[in-house]
Every structure is written in C-alpha cells, then in structure tokens.
C-alpha cells in the first residue's frame, strides 16, 4: 500500500464543507463502483480495500449500464468511502506537482502565478483547472501513474459505456487499422519479409493512418510538475488513454502551459506544436517541441500491436 493513498485515505476533512460537491457524490463511475463493492465486513484494512477496487475500476472495460441510474451514496457511504477518498475540489484537474523538494515552493507558486498570468480565460472565481499539489498525497517522485490511485478519472471521461477515447467508436478504430497497410516489395525471401516488416512498423508510427489510431487513443491529457521540471521551466504533458496508458509525451514550457487546455478544447490538440513527432523518422523532418510516442503504443508494444492490428 502506498503512504500516499493511506495519506489521502485519513484526509481529515469536513463534511460539512463538502456536503453538495458539484458533480455530487457518487455521480463519477468511480465513485459508484467503490459504494456498490465496499466490502464492509472485509478483514483488509481501509486503505487497503480502497486501493484494490480503484485498480479493479481502472481495469474495467465497460461500465455496467444499468450505472445509468445512479445510487445515491448514503452519509455514511459519504463520510467513510469517498469523502476521506479525496476532496471534491480534486476531481477535476489538469496539473499534477510529484517533485516537493527543499525551496521548490517558491518556484512552484511563481509557475502558477505565471500561468494564471497568461492565460486570457483565467477566472478566479471559477477555476477550471485544479492543481493537485499536496506533498502527503502526491509526492510519487518520477512515479506520476500513482496518482490513479487517488483519482482514477484523470484517466480520462467515459463515453457511453465504454472506457477509451471519447470521440470516437470501435467501429471507426478498426476501419482506420484496416489503413495501417503493408507496402509491398518486389524482394523475395527473409530480405522481402525483414523489409516489409520495417516498411509496416514505420507506416503505423509515423504514417498518416497510425498517427490518426493514435489521437483517436487518446482519452485525454496530464501536466506534470516533476523534478526534471525544475530543472528545464518545462513541464511534462501526457497525452493519456482511457487507462492511464502514455499515448505520447512532450514538455511544455510554464508560460505556455495554458494554450494545452485551449487546444484541448473541440479535440484540436493534434494541431498544436506538441502533437506532431519530434523526429519524424518517414520524412527525416524535426519539430519543436513536438512529442514522442510512448514505448506501449509503438507497433511492437503492448498496445500498439492491438491498435495498428500488424503480425509483427
């Protein structure tokens, strides 16, 4: 058990405070899922328990419709499952600060006032963007993916039923793998087959059909204050899949880091300068700042052979 989620499970918070969080709740699939499986007669500790069923939540392929009616939570399902959980202000956020080393507040307050600054849609009032920044629960260091752990929504909205890009269908992902084609060559043998093989990967990583799998991936996106942040005023942007699986990464200086959430908006992020490859290996051409695909999604990894559909 991580000490950040046994941190964020003794939470004291006040449910006074937080009585009619917006959304409300038990209104986030998450949030249904550990009222209608708590175990109250379970030997495990709360901690434990609340870790397991967030990792079976985030391992789920399909939300059960009949979620459609919504159960609403008791108080006591309130007070001792969800609330001490998280605070509702955390359920909808953009940055994630892991790095808490000695003086780096400062530096971190100023990022903050920076990107409040730049920002033309900046509302005080209304603040869409929240940060998660709280050195007892999210101090993981380069182990940002713990904080699914706390919040599994990061991994980005569900559409209907199913968890993965909201934007598009099953139906649509495979019409677009049928694309990914091998080219042909008029070599014969072992050459003709290494050569088509090579030929295929670089089509579904840097071609125009794979790069299109890959957005249609993508569920949405992270910014992440690490410790290599305060080295570069850069901070790391992942663009994430409905489980929390890098897609592709990048690093967006502080003072831009508010154009990400514009361009986020309408799921234009694909033309921003953060989206085309870095090093483009089909047509040898360099964009910065660009990104990089992630190792899961290149056409041998774990999720880029079921994406591109190839029989490397």
Not at 165 to 183: S, T
Not at 198 to 214: C, D, K, M, P, S
Request: aromatic content about 12%.
């Amino acid at each position: 058990m991580s000490e950040a989620l046994a941190h964020a499970i003794h939470i004291n918070l006040s449910l006074s405070n937080e009585a009619q969080p917006s959304p409300p709740w038990g209104a986030l699939p998450a949030e249904q899922y550990l009222i209608r499986n708590w175990n109250w007669f379970s030997p495990q500790p709360g901690p434990d328990q609340m870790r397991a069923l967030v990792r079976a939540f985030l391992a789920l392929d399909d939300i059960p419709k009949d979620w459609d009616v919504q159960r609403v939570p008791t108080d006591d399902e309130v007070r001792t499952i969800l609330q001490p959980w998280r605070p509702a202000r955390w359920r909808d956020a953009v940055w994630l600060r892991t790095h808490y080393g000695d003086g780096s507040d400062a530096k971190f307050a100023e990022w903050r006032d920076m990107d409040e600054d730049y920002d033309p849609n900046y509302d005080e009032e209304t603040v869409l963007w929240t940060v998660l920044d709280d050195v007892g629960v999210f101090s993981f260091g380069d182990e940002w993916w713990c904080v699914f752990d706390v919040l599994p929504e990061l991994a980005g909205p569900l559409r209907r039923h199913a968890r993965g890009a909201p934007y598009v269908d099953k139906d649509k992902m495979q019409e677009l793998g049928r694309d990914v084609e091998r080219p042909l060559s008029s070599l014969a043998g072992g050459e003709h087959e290494r050569l088509e093989d090579a030929a295929a990967i670089l089509e579904a990583e840097y071609g125009e059909h794979g790069e299109r799998l890959q957005a249609e991936a993508v569920s949405t996106f992270l910014l992440v204050a690490d410790a290599g942040a305060w080295e570069t005023d850069c901070l790391r942007l992942l663009y994430l899949d409905g489980k929390g699986n890098v897609v592709r990464h990048s690093a967006v200086e502080v003072s831009e880091a508010w154009e990400t959430r514009n361009y986020w908006m309408g799921h234009k992020f694909r033309e921003s300068l953060w989206w085309p490859h870095k090093h483009h290996l089909m047509t040898g051409e360099r964009f910065e700042p660009g990104s990089e695909l992630a190792d899961k999604y290149r056409a041998r990894g774990e999720l880029g052979r079921l994406l591109y559909g190839l029989d490397l």
